[in-house]
């Protein structure tokens, strides 16, 4: 089955730093972009920042300066490298791919959204 596995939330202080970090399966191909989204209590899933398969980042206005995101393509593997961690950026955090694969028949393409369990990011005062 199609997975992407996260690792790295936790505690930290605010000011500290947390890295992120996303392996999609082995049977994963066609990946034309990932990113991370992250989702506060009582707040609507948004995005943090995603990179795609030609190297194109966006990163969230509210992250840009204290966040970064890098690709392994090679390896299937996205990291979001969390720096000066605010109280505001506790959140789980999930790891998105967006594939690109045939139907069963190959008559068409299609868009398949994989996303990981999340990981839970605290930040403390």
């Known amino acids: 089955q199609e997975q992407l596995v996260e690792s790295g939330g936790g505690l930290v202080q605010a000011g500290g730093s947390l890295r992120l970090s996303c392996t999609a399966s082995?049977?994963?191909?066609?990946?034309?972009?990932m990113g991370w989204y992250r989702q506060a209590p009582g707040k609507q899933r948004e995005l943090v920042g995603s990179?795609?398969?030609?190297?194109?980042?966006n990163i969230a206005n509210s992250v840009k300066g204290r966040f970064s995101i890098s690709r392994d393509s090679a390896g299937n593997k996205v990291y979001l490298q969390m720096n000066s961690l605010k109280p505001e950026d506790t959140a789980v955090y999930y790891c998105?791919?967006?594939?690109?694969?045939?139907?069963?028949?190959?008559?068409?393409?299609?868009?398949?959204?994989?996303w990981g369990q999340g990981t839970l990011v605290t930040v403390s005062s």
């Open positions: 998105h791919a967006g594939v690109l694969r045939p139907s069963h028949d190959w008559t068409r393409v299609n868009y398949v959204e994989v």
């Open positions: 082995a049977d994963i191909f066609n990946i034309r972009d």
């Open positions: 990179i795609g398969s030609g190297g194109n980042i």
